[in-house]
T-cell receptor, first 113, second 112 residues
């Protein structure tokens, strides 16, 4: 079974703090993704990566950056957290071909106060 | 118009009922269709994955795709309390970048 592990289930941060969300997958998947999930808006893609050190912007990259130094690990960085970044953050991974479905972690609930 | 529409519910059904969950979409390029189940405070779990039009069955679950109507469905037979969750549809054109588009989800309560 694919396992995607997000390092924190719940985080509370203050406005202006730098926040790191970590994700590790154990299936040697080429692709990794960061989504945020908000009520009524569905899942929205922030960034994705199809290879080590590669990254592509998704639909809502503003205010975020990512890092992928190793194949199994994909980090989401909020350079200066704001209250409108309070959300559920979901990491996902998939095989390299464009048809592969996503496998999700259990999410990090981030609250910015 | 949103690219993928899904009734948010909540939908309450008695145990043992047949449940029908639906999504409509506007992009005729979508070819790959998925249904995810998400329990409270958990990540989405892949339930069904289909390509193009047709039906796919897995146990109590059947996924249907009608590309001509831009309409997909998930049927759950003999619903159980453990089916209580939010169900998300997702779809993709299969292009580079894997930009999956998700519906907002339908919350289902299967009551004992």
């Amino acid at each position: 079974d694919v396992k995607v592990t997000q390092s924190s289930r719940y985080l509370v941060k203050r406005t202006g703090e730098k926040v790191f969300l970590e994700c590790v997958q154990d299936m040697d998947h080429e692709n990794m993704f960061w989504y945020r999930q908000d009520p009524g808006l569905g899942l929205r893609l922030i960034y994705f990566s199809y290879d080590v050190k590669m990254k592509e912007k998704g639909d809502i990259p503003e205010g975020y950056s990512v890092s992928r130094e190793k194949k199994e690990r994909f980090s989401l960085i909020l350079e200066s957290a704001s209250t409108n970044q309070t959300s559920m953050y979901l990491c996902a991974s998939s095989w390299g071909d464009s048809n592969s479905p996503l496998h999700f972690g259990n999410g990090t609930r981030l609250t910015v106060t | 118009q949103k690219e993928v529409e899904q009734d948010p519910g909540p939908l309450s059904v008695p145990e043992g009922a047949i449940v029908s969950l639906n999504c409509t979409y506007s992009n005729s390029a979508f070819q790959y269709f998925m249904w995810y189940r998400q329990y409270s405070r958990k990540g989405p779990e892949l339930l069904m994955y289909t390509y193009s039009s047709g039906n796919k069955e897995d146990g109590r679950f059947t996924a249907q795709v009608d590309k001509s109507s831009k309409y997909i469905s998930l049927f759950i037979r003999d619903s159980q309390p453990s089916d209580s969750a939010t169900y998300l549809c997702a779809m993709s054109a299969g292009n580079y970048g894997q930009n999956f588009v998700f519906g907002p989800g339908t919350r289902l309560s299967a009551l004992p």
